[in-house]
């Protein structure tokens, strides 16, 4: 299509370790049917990034957000989580209104937005078939959280969004989701990491009211008193 343009990249971390990562997401076909499915995504959208997305966000973050996948026509089109659909309007908008992110909408890589003591990922890295990649391609995908936690060596705090955030975080973490019941708002005390739950800010809990903007709120409220704070994180 004339002048359309596909994004020339991610916003690749300036600090070393991450940006290795990155590169390593970015290049990833370990699942057959994910990457057909992202290359069919090229044919059809010139103006997508539709290659797996890393993480963004400060190589010195104390708050963890871990989300599920990318959107189609959200992070696969810009390559930024987050970022160009309705459940990024609701994350960066709770992020900026507690300070941890400069602006409350992000539009994508070069649109000037920081966040500060914060770093966004996901369970996974490829836009799914329906929005649902299946628990192999999930667990494919651990290794590239696994990596991204050894190099954010200041993150005390993580808020999981949704149960497949939730127990990715806690396998990443050698620890077994069974013996943590996810729940809206629930916290759990790990070691070496104060883990807290939401529901997820996709439009099937947003739009049904399941996931409220006062209770979306409340929980990045917490999770960044708790980052911030030099006390341990108390239940």
């Given at each position: 299509m004339t002048g359309v343009k596909r994004p020339a990249g991610h916003d690749r971390p300036r600090h070393r370790g991450l940006a290795r990562v990155a590169d390593a997401i970015v290049a990833c076909r370990a699942c057959p049917r994910l990457s057909a499915y992202l290359d069919a995504s090229r044919e059809r959208f010139a103006d997508h990034w539709c290659r797996p997305v890393p993480g963004f966000g400060d190589p010195g973050a104390r708050l963890l957000v871990v989300g599920l996948a990318p959107g189609l026509h959200g992070a696969n089109k810009t390559g930024r989580v987050f970022t160009f659909d309705s459940s990024g309007e609701w994350l960066y908008r709770a992020l900026h209104e507690v300070g941890l992110s400069s602006a409350a909408i992000s539009r994508g890589p070069g649109?000037?937005?920081?966040?500060?003591?914060v770093f966004i990922t996901g369970a996974a890295r490829?836009?799914?078939p329906q929005n649902k990649p299946t628990p192999e391609e999930v667990a494919r995908c651990r290794p590239f959280l696994e990596a991204e936690l050894g190099h954010l060596g200041r993150?005390?705090?993580?808020?999981?969004?949704?149960?497949?955030?939730?127990?990715?975080l806690l396998r990443a973490r050698?620890?077994?989701?069974?013996?943590?019941?996810?729940?809206?708002g629930a916290e759990h005390?790990?070691?070496?990491?104060?883990?807290i739950d939401s529901y997820h800010c996709s439009r099937q809990n947003t739009n049904t009211g399941r996931l409220t903007r006062a209770m979306f709120a409340r929980v990045f409220a917490r999770a960044a008193l708790l980052a911030r704070s030099d006390a341990p994180a108390v239940l």
């Open positions: 649109d000037g937005l920081a966040l500060r003591d490829c836009a799914p993150v005390r705090v993580a808020v999981a969004l949704g149960r497949i955030a939730h127990d990715q050698g620890l077994r989701p069974s013996a943590f019941a996810f729940a809206h005390a790990l070691p070496g990491l104060h883990l």
